[in-house]
């Protein structure tokens, strides 16, 4: 099975890169001569993404001008989420109509994705796949591969089942890369929520799963991690 649609979350309002974010949405921030949501539109172009649906509210009019201004080779819908920003399991709840009852991939544009992670992606894709009771699966990262050191772990894994069982701490970091199937989101009754809730359950049913990623984990998270960022890995 060939996944060909994803959502990029990009409604987010970016506090903790201010004063960067007062004039740009954070997915429109340069690093090299690309944008972070350019950076990820790219990659998912390169592992056979053909639909993408991009979320938006705050400074979103940037977002869809920038898209139309630039080509890309998959169809890209906007979901614009004008009175309210929804958070994580909202926006993609929201959105939900456009993936047809089948599985699509989450990802966040605020990671600096590069075409090392295809394979990775591709063996996750392959792995979902073939266990039906898959509902979703998240990719992650032992937190010393993380270029920002201050992020705390997430959670842990045990054979490929992702736990919040701290016994000693928690060692993985979500990557901001997903695999879903839109009835995860069927018991849902709420409009404003984070994913959080949605993994938290799945956990609890002992059905949530994931892959360790061993690329080194880049992902712009402040202001600081930003500049540190532009200035050991793209500068010119």
Known sequence: MKITKAMILCAGFG???????FSSPKPLLKIGDQTLLSNTLH?????GV?????NIHYLGNHIIDY????????????????????????????????????????????TIWNSNYLNELKIMEKEFSMNKKNKCSLLVVNKNKSFDQALNGDFNLENKLVTRKDTDELKYIYTGFQIVKPDIFDHSNLKIFSINKIW?????????????????????????????????????
Request: glycine letters at 4%; a positive charge.
């Open 15 to 21: 506090k903790r890169l201010r004063p960067l974010t």
């Open 43 to 47: 990659m998912l172009e390169q592992h």
């Open 50 to 54: 053909k639909k993408a649906v991009i």
């Open 67 to 110: 898209i139309n201004k630039n080509k890309f080779s998959m169809a890209i819908t906007i979901v614009n989420e004008k009175d309210k920003i929804l958070d994580t399991g909202g926006g993609i709840l929201n959105a939900i109509e456009h993936f047809s009852n089948e599985p699509f991939i989450v990802i966040n544009p605020d």
């Open 200 to 236: 938290d359950e799945l956990i609890q049913d002992k059905v949530l799963t994931g892959k360790e990623s061993n690329i080194n984990f880049l992902h712009v998270s402040t202001k600081n991690i930003y500049k540190s960022l532009l200035e050991t890995h793209f500068k010119h």
